[in-house]
């Protein structure tokens, strides 16, 4: 009769020592999983109201001695949009995985367009500036990625991947209306500015920028406080970036409109962002973050684009976009 009794003292322990067990072995399990990759990454995010610039100018004082360097200056300003994006990955043999995104602008109707001209004639001075309202089209970008899994931090604690690719990146900005700020008529003799205009209603320039990025290479890492709560952080740099701009004045009778004004140029790019990824479930996550992008030219050609023909160059001495916004989206793995 010990002997039952003790057997069954025994298996009780047992059974009470398992049933106290589980939910640490449960923890100790989600831990494991959390660690093991995902064969397939699935997120759509959206770029809140980003705030987006673009600005450029050339150098043509060496054209006509009257005007000044630089000759002229656009500003696309204060362009707050919103932007779509949708995100894949897929982990592939080992260690390495592809990965992809793309995104476009669903509302992109504000923003301030400042045109500035300059003259040389009794030192560099400003000869007039116009105001234009930014009424469209969209912005439109494409990243392609191919990556490794370098590190696995210890305690199951995250990882750092490095990666190459290629983006894409294009924006067109409509100007509408033309409002004198500033005129100086006897600026550049033979030229002219009008005081007072305010012109509304009117398309008056249509902007097309190209970013090509043909490669670009960058780190992602990712620290896990707790099961739930990680932080991720991402940045690539590129010293190649090409450039590409059509230029369009609707209301330029001495000038073509297919285009207007075009520019060349080589850059250098750079894009950052930083998340906070909360898990919602084991196979879903919510993230919210910051991110960067930014382009900009180390060299480059403006070229007019007269009726008649007769086309111009000079050199392009800035061409700069940038864009930058708070992030928010749902990643599903599988």
Same mark, same amino acid.
């Given at each position: 009769m010990s002997g039952? &009794?003790? &057997?069954?003292i025994w298996t009780s322990l047992v059974v009470a020592l398992a049933l106290l067990m589980a939910p640490a072995a449960l923890a100790w399990a989600q831990d494991g999983e959390l660690q093991a990759r995902p064969r397939v990454e699935l997120s759509l995010r959206s770029w809140l109201f980003t705030a987006g610039e673009t600005k450029w100018s050339h150098n043509a004082s060496g054209l006509d001695p009257r005007l000044g360097n630089p000759t002229s200056k656009l500003t696309y300003k204060d362009n707050d949009t919103h932007i779509i994006e949708l995100a894949g990955r897929v982990n592939v043999v080992r260690r390495w995985f592809v990965q992809g995104d793309v995104g476009f602008s669903? /509302?992109?109707?504000?923003?301030l367009n400042v045109d500035d001209d300059f003259t040389a004639v009794g030192g560099q001075q400003l000869f007039s500036r116009t105001h234009s309202d930014v009424t469209g089209s969209?912005?439109?970008?494409v990243n392609l990625n191919v990556g490794y899994r370098a590190v696995e931090f210890s305690g199951r604690r995250g990882y750092l991947d490095v990666f190459g690719g290629l983006q894409y990146w294009r924006t067109e900005y409509e100007a509408t209306g033309v409002r004198q700020e500033v005129c100086n008529p006897s600026g550049i003799p033979g030229l /002219?500015?009008?005081?007072n205009?305010?012109?509304t209603g009117v398309l008056a320039i249509t902007n097309t920028t190209h970013w090509i990025t043909p490669i670009h290479v960058g780190l992602n890492t990712e620290y896990r406080f707790t099961r739930h709560v990680s932080m991720d952080f991402k940045a690539s740099v590129s010293p190649v970036s090409v450039l590409?701009?059509?230029?369009v004045h609707h209301l330029r009778t001495d000038l073509q409109q297919d285009p207007s004004f075009s520019m060349w140029g080589l850059g250098v790019s750079a894009n950052a962002g930083a /998340?906070?990824?909360f898990m919602l479930t084991r196979n879903l996550a919510l993230t919210g973050g910051y991110r960067v992008m930014w382009n900009r030219t180390y060299t480059g050609t403006w070229e007019n684009h007269p009726v008649g023909g007769g086309s111009e160059t000079a050199p392009l001495t800035e061409f700069q976009t940038i864009r930058h916004g708070a992030t928010v989206g749902l990643t599903a793995s599988f």
């Open positions: 039952a &009794r003790e &057997r069954r669903v /509302s992109f109707n504000r923003g969209g912005t439109q970008y /002219s500015c009008t005081p205009l305010n012109l590409y701009n059509e230029d /998340s906070l990824k």
